[in-house]
């Protein structure tokens, strides 16, 4: 018997490509991305269309690849948009959610706000069966407007429920195995001609085998995914991209989540330490001391240690190795490590998203002042993913509810198609 079609999707606000890895690593086929920023489309074309890569886009000849917004794609590519209506199963993304996030600053007119939609007018061009959105717990807060009162995620379901069948939660996404706690926001979405089941019992239901799949137990801790990255286990080296800089020297994976990540890489990238003066070391050292000791971690260090080190800033925290980490931000000085008197690198971070080592990101590593809003460095790149291994879990259950379906479509066509055949022949078997 012929193996089934792959399916198919297209990624709007791809970002560095977290949630096309995670999906073509469930067996879809991805057309194209959409991403606008420079750094972030070239940690996407160096990882996703590279030559020989794992995993690889099968993109449009008409499409160049470079950056490129969705107003732009949708004023310059509408034609061909157009005749690939219909064609797509799936259309994946998360517009930007700064505007959305509790950890921003919650503006109702951000004008990122409103690329959202954007995205539900790319919905209406493709017409795909499937719509997977994923965005920060704040979409579904209300905002004060004025008199008015906006709700983003009302507002995405009742655009969508003319055409589709919408489902929607709230995931705590360490369930997945992801070493972070990490709540989001997600909608998924079938044409209404489908009789797809509530896919978020599905994938609840699903989830035990998919851990076992991977031989991972959860909820897996900080310390299980990165203490293989220690200076203390592997020591420094001077390093290979930046002049100036020192990054930590490899030693192998140590856990069965290292191993995981660590599968096809014998080198990881992006291992570059922070250059902290020897005051800041000091005061780090003794930060994760005491928040060792008055059991702080994971948690923003308190008032009087703040008061005591005169810090202004408020989600300063220190890792505990035993559980997973607190959501990563786009603040390298967010986190601190949980022995070691530093800030994580660009690679911890990543591990505590679940990027493989062998996924290597581009662009500069931080941004500062006004440029925090123009650019997705690397750190910013890696917050702002989806876990590739939530996008893998959820994309192995779509495509077996739309392979289901499809299947179910196609025996009931057939069906009809040959009691038609019968009838026309004259020969119906009664009952």
Not at 103 to 113: I, L, Y
Not at 150 to 169: G, I, P
Not at 295 to 312: H, Q
């Amino acid at each position: 018997m012929p193996s089934a079609k792959p399916l198919t999707f297209i990624d709007a606000f791809a970002g560095c490509g977290g949630l096309s890895l995670g999906l073509m690593q469930a067996g879809l086929t991805g057309r194209f991305a959409i991403e606008r920023d420079k750094f972030a489309f070239a940690t996407l074309k160096a990882n996703l269309l590279a030559e020989g890569g794992p995993h690889q886009y099968v993109w449009p000849h008409w499409l160049p690849k470079e950056p490129v917004g969705i107003v732009e794609l949708l004023n310059d590519y509408r034609d061909q948009l157009e005749e690939v209506s219909g064609n797509v199963d799936i259309l994946v993304g998360g517009p930007p959610c700064q505007g959305f996030s509790s950890a921003g600053r919650r503006q109702h007119d951000d004008p990122r706000n409103q690329l959202f939609d954007s995205y539900l007018n790319l919905v209406d061009i493709i017409k795909p069966k499937a719509v997977l959105i994923e965005n920060v717990r704040g979409f579904t807060l209300d905002f004060n407007a004025g008199d008015e009162v906006k709700n983003f995620s009302q507002a995405l379901k009742s655009r969508l429920s003319d055409a589709y069948t919408v489902y929607e939660q709230l995931l705590d996404l360490s369930i997945f195995g992801i070493p972070q706690r990490r709540t989001r926001y997600f909608v998924l979405a079938f044409r209404s001609e489908l009789n797809v089941p509530d896919p978020f019992t599905q994938l609840q239901n699903r989830l035990p085998s998919f851990l076992r799949s991977l031989r991972l137990t959860v909820p897996v801790s900080s310390g299980s995914a990165i203490s293989d990255l220690e200076i203390a286990r592997g020591g420094k080296q001077p390093s290979t991209e930046h002049k100036g800089f020192e990054e930590i020297r490899y030693a192998g994976p140590l856990t069965r989540y290292q191993k995981l990540m660590n599968a096809g890489c014998e080198a990881p990238t992006n291992l570059r330490l922070a250059r902290h003066n020897e005051s800041i070391v000091a005061r780090f050292k003794e930060i994760i001391a005491l928040s060792h000791a008055d059991g702080r971690l994971n948690i923003s260090i308190g008032a009087e240690m703040r008061a005591r080190f005169g810090l202004k800033k408020m989600a300063l925290r220190v890792l505990d190795p035993e559980r997973p980490s607190p959501t990563i931000t786009s603040m390298p000085d967010d986190l601190l490590h949980y022995s070691e008197p530093r800030t994580l690198t660009v690679r911890e971070n990543a591990r505590l998203q679940s990027f493989p080592d062998w996924y290597s990101f581009q662009g500069k590593y931080t941004s500062g002042g006004h440029l925090r809003k123009q650019e997705v460095p690397r750190f910013t790149q890696v917050a702002n993913a989806v876990p590739p291994l939530v996008a893998r879990a959820i994309g192995e259950m779509l495509a077996d509810l739309l392979r289901s379906e499809t299947t179910a479509v196609g025996v009931s066509e057939h069906k009809v198609g040959s009691r038609l055949h019968e009838i026309q022949q004259g020969t119906e078997v009664c009952a």
